[in-house]
C-alpha cells in the first residue's frame, strides 16, 4: 500500500432504516483501514434512522449526515458520492455489514491492479433479519475484462461487496436514477458494474467480507420490479453487444430463478407463480433440474419455521451458522 493512503468514500444510502443501521454504521467504524469518509445520505426517511446516524457521528468523527428527499437509491448515491473527493468510493446498504478487513483488502487489490483496475469485489454472506449465515455459495474468481461473464452472471452480486476506483465511477456516469423513474428499482448495482465493465478490468478478494442481507423490506424482495429492472439493463446491452445475446437469454433465467426463491422467502406466493410459470415455458428441464437447490436455499432462509429448516439441516447433514459477526474471516 501507499504511503499516502489514499481515502476510501464510504456512501451509506438510508431509507427508514432505524433497525438495521446502528449495526451498519459499527461495521464500517470498525474497519482496520482508517483513511474513510463516511458520508450517510437520508433519502427521506421518517423513522427514527436520522437519529441513530447522529449519534454515531458523535462518536466517530468520520460520518457525517447529509439529506435529500427521497429519491431512491442511485441519486443517493450519487449525491454522497458528489460530497466526497476520495480516490476510492466503497457503498455499503443501510442493513448490509462489512468484514473488519474488507476495505483495506480491496484498496490493496485496486493499487495493485494499477489505473485501468476499476472495481474490486469481493465474496458475500447471506444473513437474515437476526444477522445469522444462511448461505455461502457465492464463491467467483473472475477477474480482469469481464464484459461478456457479467452478461452471463452478476458475480458480484451486490453494491455492497464492490468498492469503484473514482475514475471508473465517472466513466459509467455514476448509478443510474433513471430505473427508479421507470419503476424500476433493484438492479442498479449490475447496471454499474457492467458499464464499468465496458472500460475497466475488475480485481476479486476471495474471502467473505460482506454480510447480505435479506428480509421482506429490502428493494430486491419486490420481484416483479426486480424483474423490470433485470429486463430493462439487459435490453441495453443486447443493444450494444448482440452476440451476448446468448450469455443475457441464461443470465435472466438464473435472474428468474432467484426470484422465485426470493418471492417465497417472502411469502409473496402469487408473484412467485407467475415466474415459475414463466421459467418452466422458458426451461423446461433446467428449472426441474434446479427445484433441489431453490427448496435447500428457501429452507435456510429466516423465515422458514424453525422445526422445518431444523429438518432440513438434519436431511443435509449440515449445522446452522452463527451470526456473522461471529465469524472468523
Known amino acids: 500500500m501507499r504511503i499516502d493512503s ?18 451498519t454504521l459499527e461495521s464500517v467504524s470498525s474497519q482496520t483501514y482508517s483513511e474513510l469518509d463516511i458520508v450517510v445520505v ?5 423513522d427514527t434512522s436520522a437519529a441513530i446516524v447522529a449519534e454515531h457521528a ?4 468520520r460520518i457525517r449526515l447529509v439529506h435529500q428527499k427521497n429519491s431512491g437509491v442511485a441519486a443517493a448515491r ?32 485496486l493499487l495493485a491492479g494499477g489505473s485501468m483496475a476499476g472495481l474490486a469485489y469481493c ?17 467467483p474468481l473472475v477477474e480482469g475484462r469481464v464484459l461478456q461473464l457479467m452478461c452471463r452472471n452478476n458475480f458480484v452480486g451486490n453494491g455492497s461487496s464492490m468498492m469503484l476506483r473514482r475514475t471508473a465511477f465517472l466513466a459509467a ?7 427508479r423513474l421507470q419503476n424500476a428499482q433493484g438492479c442498479e448495482d449490475m447496471l454499474m458494474c457492467m458499464r464499468v465493465a465496458e472500460q475497466f478490468e475488475f480485481r476479486v478478494v476471495p474471502q467473505y467480507l460482506v454480510g447480505y442481507r435479506m428480509t421482506n423490506t429490502n428493494m430486491s424482495s419486490d420481484v416483479r420490479q426486480m424483474l423490470r429492472s433485470c429486463e430493462i ?44 410459470r414463466r421459467l418452466v415455458v422458458l426451461a423446461p428441464r433446467m428449472t426441474l433440474s434446479r427445484l433441489p437447490s431453490m427448496l435447500d436455499t428457501y429452507c435456510r432462509a429466516r423465515l422458514v419455521p424453525q422445526w422445518a429448516k431444523a429438518g432440513w439441516r438434519r436431511m ?14
Open 78 to 109: 450519487n449525491f454522497g458520492a458528489a460530497l466526497t473527493t476520495a480516490e476510492f468510493l466503497a457503498f455499503i446498504d443501510a442493513d448490509d455489514l462489512w468484514a473488519p478487513s474488507k476495505i483495506a483488502q480491496q484498496v490493496s487489490a
Open 123 to 139: 465474496w458475500f454472506a447471506m444473513i437474515d433479519a437476526e444477522d445469522r449465515v444462511f448461505s455461502m455459495d457465492n464463491r
Open 58 to 61: 458523535s462518536r466517530d468523527t
Open 233 to 276: 439493463v439487459f435490453t441495453e446491452f443486447r443493444e450494444k453487444y448482440p452476440e451476448f445475446g446468448g450469455d443475457l437469454d441464461a443470465h435472466l433465467i438464473d435472474m428468474m430463478e432467484w426470484l422465485v426463491v426470493r418471492a417465497l422467502v417472502g411469502g409473496r406466493v402469487l408473484p412467485a407463480g407467475e415466474l415459475m
Open 6 to 23: 489514499p481515502t476510501v468514500g464510504v456512501i451509506v444510502p438510508m431509507y427508514n432504516a432505524e433497525r438495521t443501521i446502528g449495526a
Open 316 to 329: 443435509r447433514n449440515a449445522e446452522p451458522r452463527p451470526p456473522y459477526h461471529e465469524m472468523a474471516w
Open 42 to 46: 437520508n433519502d427521506g426517511s421518517t
Open 173 to 179: 456516469g455514476g448509478f443510474d436514477p433513471s430505473l
